[in-house]
């Protein structure tokens, strides 16, 4: 069937605005192209059941991630907005710092309250020290601490002397030195001494050693007794005058039991500190208040109005779960509580975390952390050297968050397949799919939501508005993207860029304050031409015959197929020359060069069987050993994949075999089944654009077309210029659903049918298949058995 331009021109429904400053809705939201996606979305969202986390699934550039986080938005600011998160010195535990959480907003006002709770507190108990009644105290204690030891130097003293020594101080200590005679002797006097005298002498030395040792051992024990005392009465002292300034703090956090208790520590800790805290050593001083008595400020929500609402582009390990950074200090790496760094768990805790699945995929790490964050519902700082065992730095161990969140993961459907096959733990982690839709249904509903979305993108990103017509104009290059000429595209990404580049070009032109028809169609080639380089050059080379296509006259095995290609960013047709040649051989043999060289993909090699079946089935009464033929795609180097040009390659083989020429001014791309029934490809629109290209850049007609499968008419989304040319009946479009239509309108032969016997009418294309295949076969027979 030849069709006219209105059999695959795309009806937009009538359009109730002159321009979009017109559209008058309240929340894009409401009017979403994804509504059954978004109401899945929403469902997990609101459900009280943490484990609700969601994967989005969906096409890139898709408006996925927009829309998703605009509806996590719109929910988490009817929630409470989560507790401030801060970590503090823990004065058991040194290496285990605390968690602390504050109400919302009062981290700052905490850390703020207590640094200056703490600079007063220094000089009070400066002040305190220095005090009349506490020197008096602490002079009471010492006086008496004197007296005691006074009391036990002179009870020894005279025990001393009772065994003939006196007692002397020297660097050596105390010295015991002999009385003989009521005078002190040397040690030269002491050896003339009698042996019995002397013999006295040691006795009483023996024993006097053990008074004085006995004596050291009270005296320093009262020395401990002392100090302890001295320390207690300073601690008093200190804990009396502190409890003043801690009062207030302590009743504003009564009823925070965490904070409480932190907060008696903290007292109990800087009253044993004392002498360091009233010491003149300043640097120890700002020592103990940065590293000691700090505050480090987790998590800060005093800006968040609901709950938070966390985007994380870069899903490292150190990026979820935070980190513990390192000082030099001498030569060697240190760390305390300050250096400890929130993670994308930790600022979206009591809230939402959205993150890019591929990317989270493609980071060492990230997903098996993200699985046990879940699984445990808590969040630990720990670098991941450490967490692998692969560094020896002594490291902390935070006290973990235990952790509120609803994680959303946003990916394209080979990505959560991907994860789905491959880890146990997905679907019980992520229970929840909502998939966005590549496309809608060109119907006046979704028009008018896509009349928000576009009043949408004007106000988000100050664009002038746009006519009726450039409206329209937009909705047909949504439809040619999709390739669908009755549904139109939902990559809402790439349409925004469109609409962004329309307005460059419009306000450039200045020639309207509304964004015209002329202006998307300005922009429309403004992007096929930054990315058509290898398109160019390919027709330049067909132009220069350097790639050998014939778009005039008849061809006996020989064919226009056609072919795209995809350069990543854009993709083009154009025609690919395939011949067939047909042979006497000894042996039936049907050669397909790229497959038999592994210059093809599976699904090609599949479409080859499917030739070879069909071709045998429909010839089965003619074929016997003694022919050959060959198909090859002329001047391709690289391998085929796909089974788009199945019609193409069985048209030019019984071509080759009937010897009957095929029309060169028609291309022909399809599918086909084992029955001869046409099947749809893809890139029908590239396809029939690249061998109209062709056309024009060579010897343009009138007579040239393009044979297409009529399942694919709903594909066929075309240029302006070749819709003009079929309307005008200088392009042609045939639509089949047999390779018998085929046959008709590339030869003009009737296909022909077969009798009971197998015989087909003569004069046909089928029939002078089946002869000459008769012939060919019958000759190689004669050929081998001359051989033999």
Known sequence: MKLSLDDFSIKIPEISVENTSEVNIASYEDYTLQKEACEILQFAL????????????????????????????????????????????????????????LPAGEAKNFKTELLSIINSSIQVLNKTMSTEEFQQRLSSLEKEYNEQREKIWSDLRKQAQSLGFVLEASEKGIVSVPIYNGKKISTKEFEELQEEIKEHFKKNSEKLRELIEKAMAKITEMDKEYWEEVKNLRRYWASFSLAKLFEPIEKKYLKYSDV????????????????????????????????????????????LQGA??????????????????YYSQMGFLQTDFTMIKSGSFHKANGGYLIMDAEKVLRKPYAWEVIKRILSEKEVKIENVQTAEGLSSVESLEPEPLTLKVKVILIGEEWVYDIIRAYDSEFEKLFPIKSQFDYE?????????????????????NDLSHFTKDAIEEVIRYSCRINGNNKRFSLKLGELKNLLIDSNNISRKNGNSPYITSNDIKEAIKFKEKMYSFHMKKIFNAIKEKKIDIRTEGYEVGQINGLTVLDTGDFSFGHPVKITAKSYRSSSEKIINIHRDIDLSGKIYKKSSLIIENYFKHKFSNYIQSGFGVSLNFEQVYSIIEGDSATLAETLTLMSSIANIPLKQNIAI???????????????????????YKTCKDSNFTGEQGVIIPSKNIDNLVLKEEINKDISNGEFHIWAINHIDEAIEIMTD??????????????????YYVSDNLKKLSKEGKKDQEDKD
Do not use: W
């Open 260 to 303: 409480f208790e932190y907060l008696q520590a903290l007292k109990e800790d800087m009253a044993s500190h004392l002498s360091q805290l009233t010491s003149d050593n300043q640097n120890l001083i700002t020592f103990l208040k940065e590293k000691r008595y700090n505050v480090n400020i987790l998590v800060d929500n005093s800006y």
């Open 46 to 101: 609101e459900s009280i059941v943490d484990s609700n986390n969601v994967f989005i699934v969906g096409p890139s550039r898709s408006g996925r991630r927009s829309m998703t986080k605009k509806i996590v938005e719109r929910i988490a600011l009817n929630q409470k907005v989560p507790q401030d998160l801060i970590y503090v010195f823990n004065f058991k535990e040194e290496k285990k710092p605390k968690l602390l959480e």
């Open 308 to 325: 938070p609402v966390i985007e994380e582009d870069n899903p490292t390990y150190s990026n979820l779960v935070g980190r513990i950074e």
């Open 440 to 460: 809608a249904e060109l119907n006046e509903e979704n028009i008018n939501k896509f009349l928000a979305f576009l009043n949408n993108t004007v106000n988000e």
């Open 749 to 766: 032969y009737k296909a022909g049918t077969s009798d009971k016997n197998g015989e087909f009418e003569k004069d046909t294309f089928y």
């Open 669 to 691: 791309t399809g599918s086909m089944n084992q029955n001869g029934e046409v099947l749809p490809v893809g890139g029908v629109i590239e396809k029939i654009e690249g061998f």
